[in-house]
């Protein structure tokens, strides 16, 4: 047991931060800027391949960024700024988020990498231990003595 507590505690430190960093928080009172750029980042352009609104410089997404300006400037709720531009601009879907329970999508290949590098090395450890337990054989003892008594 007592060389199975590292291990232990290693995956409970790593399923609590995987735990901990999934959860979205909000991040408290943001600024008009950052609710802008936030807002931007989650949509898609719908221009652009694999761009979001906020860094592509079509004018579509030129066009959204205004938009989430100026909803914004009217005092509208996230969610609000969100139906709105779906609604004016339907090939401008979410982009996943990968924060919150989504954000496990791009967690769970890295942590299933780090588990297979240790399972290896595990692996390798016990095999190396084993190896060193066969020691030598009842012939191996007799033919390392010939060689003793012969130089």
């Known amino acids: 047991m007592r060389r199975r507590l590292p291990w232990i505690a290693l995956v409970l ?12 928080t ?4 943001r ?7 936030h ?3 989650g949509f898609r352009c719908p221009t652009c391949r694999g761009q979001s609104v906020a860094d592509s410089d079509a004018p579509a997404a030129v066009a959204i960024r205004s938009q989430i300006d100026r909803q914004i400037d009217e005092g509208r709720s996230d969610a609000e700024i969100r139906d709105y531009v779906l609604s ?6 979410q982009v996943p988020p990968r924060s919150g329970l989504a954000g496990l999508v791009w967690v769970l290949p890295v942590a ?7 399972g290896l090395a595990v692996g390798f450890r016990r095999w190396r ?3 060193d337990r066969r020691g030598a054989s009842e012939e191996d003892r007799v033919l390392v003595e010939r060689a003793r008594r012969s130089s």
């Open 13 to 24: 430190v790593v399923g609590g931060a995987l735990a901990i960093g999934t959860l979205d």
């Open 26 to 29: 909000g991040g408290g009172a």
């Open 31 to 37: 600024s008009d800027e950052e609710r802008a750029a």
């Open 39 to 41: 807002l931007a980042a």
């Open 88 to 93: 004016r601009y339907p090939r401008s879907e």
């Open 112 to 118: 299933g990498v780090v588990l297979a590098v240790a």
């Open 129 to 131: 231990v084993v190896a």
